[in-house]
């Protein structure tokens, strides 16, 4: 599980914000934190959700870093790339399914 | 977008970081118009080789002349042939403290601010001087026509001997005073068969006339509105005289005389250094040319900082010792220079080693060598910079056989906000013995405004960095 700080990080990262080993500044976290949970509305939203913003399943770590980018990207100076959002979600969807087909499925009687 | 970065430069650390927060440790600039990769490349300086040891400490002073080197280690005078075989020769009577030393060939004049010792370079001993007229007292000596010449004793006056070529003999009455200023006379140097007095305020210049009676006296109307912040400091080299001066106005300007024109050669951010020290009258400097760069070698003591003014390139650099039980840095640990026997000979300020200054050593005698070059804050409009990689274009492949420096590092860190605050260091490999296609890269170095690049090392391997290319674009915000 994944917090929306080490997801933060982990956008600010993926901007080239941060360099290896390198701390966000409070402002800048702060920024990607916003983003992160503007990410996490949005997949909750679709449906794609449904785990606390806090506590974000390892499969759903890369997608919702990769939107973060789309909605971050301005706030830094970087340009958006709009298929970051639309592979984030393709890969949040084949996550969950495979997640779900992962798990032990139990008989339900009636 | 890949662009080659202003990477090798001097010293200047300036009153505001994000001006310029340029460090060049332990490294000097080299200029070459003939190479098109390295214009400009820095190199290590040169490291030291212990020839030997002597039981008294610190070494104090040295000298060359005749067959051997003379040198004041402690309040033991020794005689050094081109062996190192060290010959003691008598005591004087004073244990620390700045010597003057002066020849006439056959005799080395050497005086303590006390009392007054000649060497007899031909019967390799020390006697006292115990003429009743030597002005007890002198720090600074000088020779010139037949004549040592002395002053320092806080009188404003210099001295001469008697009877030419003979340093026993003094005469009460062989004094002068540079007496167009009152300040008072600290130091003397004699260049280009010139003497130079130098003042605390003033400087003048005197010259033999062959009279009879006292053969010095001032040089027409040359007159210098700048005196001497510190005795020591004054050296000469490059066919001109150097001193870290002081008049009515301020003081810690480094000079260089320009024919009788004193020449500023310290920039503002060394000067910002220098005041910012609690004592200067007690700097020292020295002087030696090793490949063509001749420096100038300014030390102060109780700040625990050595600053080196390169006469080839006329750039800065500092120089230091690192500690090797607490990574300290302070100053350097040459207290003075002798050039002998094909090396340049200095001696330590606290013990009794000589050590050799060689540009293929890579330790202080066995201690790691910092080395380390800050760059100038970067700027791009103030737009905000990406970095994916920053290549630092070095000689790789420099490793040493086993030990340390066999697989020599190089760190990185950065700042993005002009060198106040820094990233988490980074390293990258040089590559070891024979691998020279090995590139010091660093990738993912994040972004910034205002960023300061800063590399060091301290694996004992050679250092010569030429420059540094950077993959990096600026953001639209």
């Avoid at chain 1, 600010?12 to 996490?40: C, F, Q, T, Y």
């Avoid at chain 1, 959700?49 to 301005?74: F, H, K, Q, R, S």
């Avoid at chain 2, 006292?128 to 006056?157: C, M, N, W």
Wanted: charged share 20%; proline share 5%; hydrophobic share 40%.
């Amino acid at each position: 599980m994944a917090t929306t700080t080490e997801l933060a990080e982990r956008l600010l990262r993926k901007l080239g914000v941060l360099g290896g080993g390198e701390a966000p500044s409070a402002d800048d976290g702060a920024v990607a934190e916003e983003k992160i949970v503007a990410v996490h509305e949005a997949v909750t939203a679709l449906g794609r959700a449904n785990w606390p913003v806090d506590e974000v399943p390892p499969y759903a770590i890369e997608p919702y870093t990769l939107m973060g980018t789309v909605l971050a990207g301005p706030d830094f100076g970087r340009p958006v790339d709009t298929g970051a959002w639309v592979m984030g979600l393709r890969m949040l969807a084949a996550g969950s399914a495979a997640a779900v087909s992962k798990c032990p499925i139990h008989a339900e009687y009636f | 977008m890949r662009t080659k970065l202003p990477f090798v430069g001097p010293s200047y650390e300036a009153r505001s970081l994000n001006a310029n927060a340029q460090r060049t440790l332990n490294c000097y600039v080299e200029l070459d118009n003939t190479s098109q990769r390295a214009p400009i490349a820095l190199y290590g300086t040169p490291g030291t080789m212990r020839r030997l040891t002597f039981p008294t400490s610190p070494v104090r002073a040295g000298f060359k002349e005749g067959a051997y080197t003379w040198w004041v280690a402690g309040n033991v005078v020794y005689r050094v042939d081109a062996d190192y075989q060290v010959l003691a020769l008598g005591e004087i009577a004073t244990y620390t403290g700045e010597v003057g030393l002066a020849s006439n060939g056959g005799q080395v004049l050497l005086i303590d601010g006390a009392n007054g010792w000649l060497i007899d370079v031909n019967a390799s001993t020390l006697a006292a001087i115990t003429d009743p007229e030597f002005p007890h007292g002198v720090t600074r000596a000088a020779y010139q026509d037949s004549f040592f010449l002395v002053t320092g004793d806080g009188t404003g006056k210099f001295y001469i001997n008697e009877t030419p070529n003979d340093g026993s003999k003094w005469n009460g009455l062989d004094f002068a005073s540079a007496e167009g200023s009152p300040d008072n006379t600290i130091a003397i140097i004699s260049d280009h068969r010139e003497v130079w007095l130098f003042g605390e305020l003033t400087t003048e210049v005197w010259s033999n006339t062959g009279n009879a009676d006292f053969p010095f006296m001032r040089s027409g109307n040359v007159f210098l509105e700048h005196g001497c912040a510190a005795a020591g400091t004054v050296a000469k080299a490059d066919n001109t005289v150097f001193w870290l001066g002081a008049d009515d106005k301020g003081a810690g300007i480094v000079w260089r005389a320009d024919g009788y024109t004193p020449q500023r050669i310290s920039t503002h951010a060394i000067e910002r250094a220098i005041g910012a020290y609690a004592r200067i009258d007690d700097a020292f400097a020295f002087t030696y040319q090793q490949e063509g760069h001749i420096f100038y070698v300014l030390t102060f003591p109780a700040a625990g900082a050595t600053w080196c003014y390169d006469a080839a390139t006329q750039l800065w650099h500092e120089r230091a010792w690192r500690d090797p039980d607490n990574g300290q840095l302070t100053r350097w640990r040459p207290s003075c220079h002798v050039y002998a026997n094909g090396e340049h000979l200095v001696g330590d300020f606290e013990t009794g080693d000589v050590y050799a200054l060689d540009l293929d050593a890579c330790t202080d005698a066995g201690a790691p060598i910092l080395r380390q070059r800050r760059t100038a804050a970067g700027e791009a409009l103030q737009q905000r910079m990406f970095f994916s990689s920053l290549q630092v274009d070095m000689e790789t492949g420099v490793g040493l056989d086993d030990g340390q420096g066999a697989a020599p590092l190089l760190m990185l860190r950065y700042s993005s906000d002009g060198g106040h605050t820094w990233s988490p260091e980074r390293v990258a490999t040089v590559g070891a013995a024979g691998q020279y296609g090995a590139r010091a890269k660093f990738n993912r170095l994040g972004s910034g405004r205002n960023r300061v690049w800063e590399i060091s090392m301290t694996d004992p391997v050679k250092f010569a960095v030429f420059g540094a290319v950077v993959d990096g674009e600026a953001g639209s915000a």
